[in-house]
């Protein structure tokens, strides 16, 4: 079996996705390095069982990502699209072949991941549900579905952890890392929502939050000042 992953460049979501196919012993395609590896990469493409996006942040890279899915695979081959900063439905939306996009949601960290979050688009057809698990099945991921939305479960409400962490970095009520402490004590979190936001990546938490915002329009989803000043200088240890 043979799956296409694109993502943003250095992306640990597609990183971690194409190294769990991968680990399964399946052939994993990824973005060409250089134009010389374009023919190779297109030829790949059009004999694929799958094609995964996983952008997050650049939302004019992943129209592009997800255009070039639904152009160049065979027609029943499923696009599965992260849902991490917009729905199914919406990235679904405009293409020539809406009804094999499913969405789905992972976070790092991968090892002993057994699920994926999956979401059915307001395009998706039936028979693109069957697909989509025998895809992930075959990574030894198990299909969860849920409600399609953007952030689905698990990045909205570690998303709005880390940002609640950040507020309480900005209001002074602990260090980063006493909040981090309090947390993984307090709730046996393996670690703490300010170390998970930078595992995760602030632009992706970021991401999700504001994607949240747009959707539900309610004031509890907008981004810690701290967060996004963050984003904007590149990261790094609050």
């Known amino acids: ?3 296409v992953v694109l993502g943003e460049p250095s992306s640990a979501l597609a990183t971690g996705v194409a190294g769990r196919f991968a680990a399964s012993g399946l052939e994993v395609v ?3 390095d250089t134009s010389d590896d374009a023919d190779r990469f297109e030829d790949a493409v059009r004999t694929a069982d799958a094609g995964i996006d996983c952008s997050v942040v650049n939302r004019g890279l992943k129209a592009r990502h997800v255009a070039l899915l ?4 065979p027609a029943t081959a499923p696009i599965l699209t992260c849902c991490h900063a917009a729905s199914a439905t919406m990235v679904a939306a405009g293409l020539d072949h809406p009804d094999r996009v499913t969405g789905f949601a992972l ?3 991968w090892d002993g991941r057994a699920t994926v979050e ?3 688009a ?5 028979p693109a549900v069957p697909v989509a698990e025998a895809i992930w099945r075959s990574a030894g991921l198990e299909p969860v579905w849920v409600a399609d939305s953007a952030g689905l479960v698990l990045p909205r409400i570690v998303a709005c952890l880390a940002n609640e962490a950040f507020f309480a970095v900005i209001d002074r009520t602990a260090s980063a890392d006493d909040i981090d402490r309090a947390m ?3 709730t046996r979190y393996p670690r703490g929502p ?3 936001a930078h595992v995760i990546g602030l632009d992706q938490v970021l991401a999700t939050l504001d994607a949240l915002a747009v959707e539900h329009g309610e004031d509890r989803y907008r981004a810690a000042p701290l967060l996004r000043r963050m984003v904007a200088a590149g990261g790094g240890r609050t």
């Open 107 to 109: 976070l790092p960290p």
């Open 184 to 186: 993984m004590l307090g």
């Open 70 to 73: 639904d152009r160049m695979l």
């Open 194 to 196: 300010l170390a998970w």
């Open 122 to 126: 307001l395009q998706t057809g039936e």
């Open 1 to 3: 079996m043979k799956i």
């Open 118 to 120: 999956c979401a059915r």
């Open 30 to 32: 990824g973005s060409p």
